[in-house]
């Protein structure tokens, strides 16, 4: 009687471990790999902030499954900690789909592992161009560095600026930036004048920007890191009358950040940068995910490209899902969301079907004060924008 | 007198003045002498990780990470805790191990070992070069050189981006299975038995070096050094030879973590990087070789542990930790423990008997 029962219940175990995987499969685990320490912690609560918004209000359910996040921080630039975050992630919690990756060395770091165990990687931030080839199932969101810098250089073509300088900061990017920027410039028949290139850490702006004064451009490029970097060389360049003296400053995006363009403050109106998503983008669509945003996160300043990026990222992860009723496998839906198209806060944006990078829109923008506050507002476009760079 | 067993010596004069007697005293140091054999629990601090192996396999890539770095922190112990030489340049030479063995296995030479020695000696080589630099000058000035070398490598990898990848790091290249059999897998569980082996390979080496008359002369110099030129011996060559030494060891563990984990960042060779060393084996304790292994191992741990808790504010509760280790666990965790065992020997030794 006893032995009955036991095999009973032997076999009601048996029976429970076959239909295990079933209820398993009912949720679909999203590992996130963001720096959520450190000095890039802000970088990692914008996009945590921009997916816990999208959860809220699209539901964590999506084609029948349930979403569930891992969050993992890499504490900013720590390759090998975004790469030992991944393995993590992939083997002892199992996840899905890889999302998140702020900086292009976490995720470079982790595309092996990613490409190796089959798992979707959207990036949702990192920027160095043609990244997407290090893994099959690497989706790009977010941007490339040349993608937003090159139109700055074919705006400033079209312009007719006779004298262009360039300054950058000297790591890779600022690099990249450099390339990218007089590629667009050429290619409308523009020609740069001289190029700096400035340390990266603590640099002092003053003898670069006299340099610049004393040549007399008619504009400035200007490409450093967001942050510090970027404010006290706005502040400098308005400061040493370059401004008043009508020398357009360039830049992208990154000079001007919602995070940063309160801090610049008066010294910023007038200065001309090229990016894909301003807070003050005129939609019904970004009116309603600023509302919110602010609505959720009151602490917060604005939000910026990062959580919207981040956002983006979730609405194309349940896109993906929808449409392959669920299958979270990187190779299937990595296919499912080939050319996909959404209509984001940004504006429209598009998976490029050849090379899973973003297509989107790059806007030229410029700093002036709307309601009494300092606003990116757009009044040039270049649609479909693709990474010149990695189509080469 | 001519071999020394590297095992806990006691670093401060005052203290063993002020022993009891002085016979038991002289016994104590005579016993440490004696034997280069491995003891027992030396023995059983290396199954360790076996065990941890078997009972954690869910955690190989953090076992894979703490060997690899508690190479690196060994290679500072050798300068810090024996030469008394306070490095903060070691990352430089992590990183140029690293750098080494990538950019070997990233232009076809993709064979693990041979990729590791040739990263070892890459950075043994410039070493032995910065060593020069090194010697010169005291405590303070050592400090600033070594950070200056910390800088300007780190600057050199940043501007050669064609060469290295600058900020976004050197990628893209794969290393070939171990002895042509064993492939690095997805678990990490190749990588694991080869750090582990690679490790224990080092740190027998590093028992050897330190438990030689050349350990036991750094140890003299660390402590008096005015007094070893009077003994006919060389400060500056002795100290040389200790710091190229460091480096090759700093460079096969930078080796290592370019190899298990097909990447580069600049990271690695980042001044922060240097302190983190530093801040492992000061937790584990200095001069004894298992102050090094410890450290890595419970900075790394608490590291991972308090990050999964808490992702944003786990460096307040490092920090805590950290504070309490210095304050209340002289001579770091191993020092500590090493302390307990006379006094509890003492306590209770004469009941046993």
């Not at chain 2, 076809?108 to 020695?117: C, F, H, K, N, Q």
């Not at chain 2, 001044?271 to 937790?283: G, Y």
């Not at chain 2, 805590?320 to 302390?339: D, E, K, P, Q, W």
Request: net charge neutral; hydrophobic share 50%.
């Amino acid at each position: 009687m006893i032995r009955r029962q036991f095999l009973l219940g032997a076999a009601a175990t048996v029976a429970f471990a076959v239909t295990h995987p079933a209820f398993a499969a009912d949720t679909i685990k999203v590992g996130l790999v963001l720096p959520m320490s450190g000095p890039f912690s802000q970088y990692g609560q914008q996009m945590q902030n921009g997916i816990k918004l999208f959860m809220k209000e699209h539901g964590d359910t999506v084609a029948g499954k349930k979403i569930e996040l891992v969050i993992k921080d890499d504490g900013g630039i720590a390759p090998d900690r975004a790469r030992r975050a991944v393995q993590d992630l992939i083997v002892r919690d199992k996840v899905d789909i890889l999302a998140g990756f702020t900086f292009t060395a976490s995720a470079l770091a982790a595309a092996p592992m990613a490409k190796e165990a089959e798992k979707a990687m959207i990036v949702m931030n990192a920027s160095s161009s043609g990244i997407t080839e290090a893994s099959p199932y690497m989706i790009r969101i977010g941007q490339t560095l040349p993608q937003i810098t090159e139109p700055a250089g074919r705006y400033a073509g079209e312009q007719g600026f006779k004298t262009i300088y360039t300054v950058v900061a000297d790591i890779t990017a600022g690099h990249d930036a450099e390339a990218a920027f007089i590629r667009g410039l050429k290619s409308t028949g523009g020609e740069v004048a001289g190029s700096l290139r400035v340390p990266a850490q603590n640099p002092d702006f003053a003898p670069f920007v006299q340099r610049i004064k004393d040549a007399k451009p008619n504009a400035v490029f200007a490409w450093l890191p967001p942050g510090e970097a970027a404010i006290n060389f706005i502040k400098e360049f308005n400061q040493r009358g370059l401004a008043a003296e009508g020398i357009v400053m360039l830049g992208t995006g990154d000079l001007t950040d919602e995070l940063t363009i309160t801090q610049t403050g008066d010294a910023g109106l007038g200065v001309v940068t090229t990016g894909h998503y301003s807070m003050a983008h005129k939609s019904a669509k970004n009116e309603a995910f600023v509302k919110a945003y602010l609505a959720d996160y009151p602490n917060e300043k604005w939000p910026n490209f990062l959580s919207v990026s981040a956002y983006d990222g979730m609405a194309v992860l349940y896109h993906g899902l929808e449409k392959t009723k669920g299958d979270a496998s990187g190779p299937v839906i990595t296919e499912a969301l080939k050319g996909e198209k959404i209509e984001s806060p940004r504006g429209p944006i598009e998976i490029d079907a050849k090379n899973r990078d973003i297509v989107q829109t790059i806007y030229v923008r410029k700093v002036e004060k709307v309601d009494g506050r300092f606003a990116n507002v757009e009044f040039h476009e270049f649609p479909e924008s693709r990474d010149s760079a990695a189509a080469k | 007198m001519t071999i020394v067993s590297g095992l806990p010596h006691s670093s401060r004069p005052l203290a063993s003045r002020s022993g009891s007697s002085r016979m038991n005293h002289r016994s104590v140091a005579v016993d440490r002498l004696a034997s280069p054999r491995p003891r027992l629990f030396e023995a059983v601090v290396w199954l360790l990780p076996a065990v941890a192996y078997f009972v954690f396999p869910d955690n190989l890539a953090l076992g894979v990470s703490i060997m690899t770095y508690a190479v690196a922190v060994l290679a500072l112990d050798l300068v810090l805790g024996y030469a008394g030489i306070v490095s903060l340049g070691h990352a430089a030479f992590f990183g140029i191990g690293a750098y080494a063995a990538g950019l070997l296995a990233a232009n076809g030479w993709r064979e693990p070992l041979t990729g590791l020695l040739l990263a070892g000696a890459a950075s043994l080589m410039i070493g032995f070069f910065a060593s020069f630099l090194v010697v010169r000058g005291k405590d303070l000035t050592r400090l600033m050189v070594t950070l200056g070398i910390g800088l300007v490598v780190y600057e050199l990898a940043n501007r050669l981006s064609s060469i290295t990848g600058g900020m976004d790091g050197l990628s893209g290249f794969e290393v070939s299975p171990i002895f042509g059999v064993f492939a690095f897998d997805l678990y990490g569980k190749t990588a694991w038995w080869y750090v582990y082996g690679v490790s224990l390979v080092v740190f027998i080496f590093l028992r050897f070096v330190v438990s030689s008359p050349f350990g036991l002369s750094l140890r003299a110099i660390r402590e008096g050094v005015n007094r070893m030129p009077a003994l006919g011996a060389s400060v500056n060559s002795r100290l040389r030879i200790a710091f190229t030494i460091s480096a090759g060891v700093a460079g096969i563990a930078g080796g290592l973590l370019a190899q298990t984990t097909q990447f580069v960042g600049i990271d690695s060779l980042s001044v922060p990087r240097a302190a983190e060393f530093l801040v492992m084996l000061v937790l584990g304790g200095t001069g004894r070789l298992y102050g090094a292994l410890a450290g890595t191992a419970i900075f790394m741990i608490a590291h991972d542990y308090l990050a999964d808790i808490d992702p944003v504010y786990w460096e307040f509760w490092m920090g805590l930790l950290l504070m309490a280790v210095v304050l209340f666990a002289r001579g770091g965790i191993v020092g500590a423990l090493f302390n307990l065992v006379p006094s509890l020997k003492a306590r209770f030794g004469r009941a046993a008997q």
